[in-house]
RNA sequence: GGUGGAGUGGCUGAGCGGCCCAAAGCAGCAGCCUGCAAAGCUGUAAAACCACGGGUUCAAAUCCCGUCUCCACCUCCA
């Protein structure tokens, strides 16, 4: 079976053929660490960690994950002062927010280069550009340094646009001579910290936006490398000039490019400039992590995602409904290969990556486990495949949480004594226990064999 | 104005020429289980006439033309 992708430049699937045979290298834009992540950047994180996921268990090949973080940007710079803060002390606690909730989705990447770490390949790349006459420092005789956009004659090619079609309104300043050159290193401003600025053959400043995601996927992948991603956003105009840099300073750069889909409320995109973002803490009031993910995954990654608290709650009964088979298994299945994935599932991963066709036919297997349960047959078959499925899609459903011990114990110990209890058929005293256990915030749940409890909500 | 994407049952959401009298999940209903519940499991209805109007084809949700509506990018954003 070959994986194809949804190649956002060539706009068709193309199959997925790495330049290293059994290698796959991706870059997706990570963060710009500048304020709390929300939802969409989530949905971002666990497309591409799905997409990582399946190629190395579903294909076997090795797979280096890069996702930057930007932290050093305008916003960060802005904010920071707001907050009275220093910048970088804003930047490393955005990034530890961010860090703890890919951490709960299950959605770390394999490498997370800073873009301060690389000013010096920043600058190496700026002035390759600038000697291959594709940038040049402004004219006004300050240290802004902009990539010429007419110099390039493929500019545009990512997102199909002719350049003349973009030339707004915008009249040139600073020094830039069209409206669609960029900025590549931005001069040190009087009002911004001192630490803010670095030394350069131009001046001090510091990079503009665009230019650390070049220099850091040449530092870390090389200068050719398979797929590069991010959400739908980005492609323009971030990921359209990082390319026509990258090009222009000769570099074959990424192979693909995917772009996932965004996420709205009520139908508008959540974004930062109209506020109606849904932060993290919000959306895991809605339900656990592996429900979210489960959320975050169950519409195709091209497609618009809405958020409402209902569609976390329908992603909370769908992922209970695996936790049950599961539960009802004698054994979980540990060891597993891709082997043990049902072909329809294989064939809706690699065909772009159709996870809500794959998580039907995740379902199918385990109405069919428990249809052999129920009947007192070996569902063994039914639990590799569903194991395998949860793997190849990183879903874990293990990721329970812990409960207080003292808790735990009286608990049980009512539990125990309410089993004696209706052994004894004395049902009001049992009820009244029950009563009693729903006081603590549990529920339990009686079975053939044992009761089983848990925590509500 | 330019460049893309979308409109499928009560809801979410796949399918993108014949396997579609349209997957899966949720909700609904019924049965099983239970001391009773809850939970769970199983099964299952409906006009889903696949936005609307034409067309191509032996065959269309799927292709073509037109219309309407919605969304995104073209400014910082995953």
New binding site residues.
């Given amino acids: 079976m070959t994986l194809s992708l949804f190649d956002s430049q060539s706009?068709q699937l193309r199959a997925f053929e790495p330049i290293t045979p059994g290698c796959a290298s991706i870059y997706v834009?990570?963060?710009?660490v500048q304020s709390a992540p929300h939802?969409?950047?989530l949905?971002?994180a666990v497309a591409f960690d799905i997409l990582a996921s399946w190629i190395r268990f579903g294909h076997g090949f090795g797979v280096k994950l890069v996702r930057n973080v930007t932290d050093i940007d305008d916003?960060i710079l802005v904010n920071a002062a707001a907050q009275g803060v220093e910048w970088q002390a804003l930047a490393v606690s955005v990034e530890g927010e961010f860090n703890s909730v890919y951490q709960s989705l299950s959605a770390d990447a394999d490498l997370t280069p800073h873009a301060t770490a690389y000013i010096i390949d920043m600058i190496a790349l700026i002035e390759r550009l600038i000697s291959r006459g594709h940038a040049y420092q402004a004219a006004d005789g300050s240290a802004n340094v902009f990539f010429d956009s007419a110099s390039w004659a493929d500019y545009g090619e990512l997102?199909?646009?002719?350049i003349e079609?973009?030339e707004?309104e915008?009249v040139a300043s600073h020094g830039r001579r069209r409206?669609t050159d960029?900025a590549l290193w931005k001069a040190a401003k009087s009002d911004e910290p001192d630490t803010a600025a670095w030394q350069s053959p131009w001046g001090l400043g510091r990079p503009g936006?665009h230019i650390e995601c070049s220099a850091m996927t040449r530092s870390v992948l090389g200068e050719h490398f398979d797929i590069h991603g991010?959400?739908?956003?980005?492609?323009?105009?971030?990921h359209e000039n990082e390319l026509a840099q990258s090009r222009a300073a000769g570099f074959e750069f990424a192979n693909y490019w995917m772009h996932?889909g965004?996420?709205?409320v009520g139908?508008?995109?959540?974004?930062?400039?109209l506020g109606n973002g849904v932060s993290v803490e919000e959306l895991f009031e809605q339900g656990s992590a592996v429900a979210v993910r489960y959320w975050l995954a169950?519409?195709?990654y091209?497609?618009?995602?809405?958020y409402s608290p209902?569609?976390v709650?329908?992603a909370t009964?769908?992922v209970?409904?695996i936790q049950?088979?599961v539960k009802?298994l004698p054994e979980m299945p540990t060891a597993v290969a891709a082997s043990d994935l049902p072909s329809a599932f294989v064939v809706?991963m690699d065909?772009d990556l159709?996870v809500?066709?794959a998580?039907?036919v995740l379902?199918?297997s385990?109405?069919q486990g428990?249809?052999r349960l129920?009947s007192n047959q070996d569902a063994a078959p039914e639990a590799r495949a569903v194991a395998a499925m949860l793997r190849a899609l990183n879903l874990n459903l293990a990721s329970e949480v812990s409960v207080d011990a003292d808790l735990a114990a009286r608990v049980e110990e009512l539990i125990a004594r309410r089993a004696d209890a209706?052994a004894n058929r004395d049902?009001e005293l049992?009820?009244r226990i029950?009563h009693e256990i729903s006081q603590l915030g549990v529920?339990?749940?009686?079975?053939?064999t044992k009761t089983t409890w848990s925590l509500n909500g």
């Fill in positions: 706009q834009c990570g963060p710009t939802v969409g950047h949905r971002s916003k997102t199909n646009q002719a079609s973009m707004g915008e409206a960029f936006w991010g959400g739908l956003d980005l492609r323009f105009p971030h996932n965004l996420v709205t139908g508008q995109k959540m974004s930062k400039s169950s519409a195709h091209r497609s618009t995602l809405d209902s569609a709650a329908e009964a769908a209970a409904r049950n088979f009802r809706a065909a159709n809500p066709a998580l039907a379902h199918d385990v109405r428990n249809v129920d209706r049902f049992a009820d029950r529920t339990i749940e009686d079975t053939q």
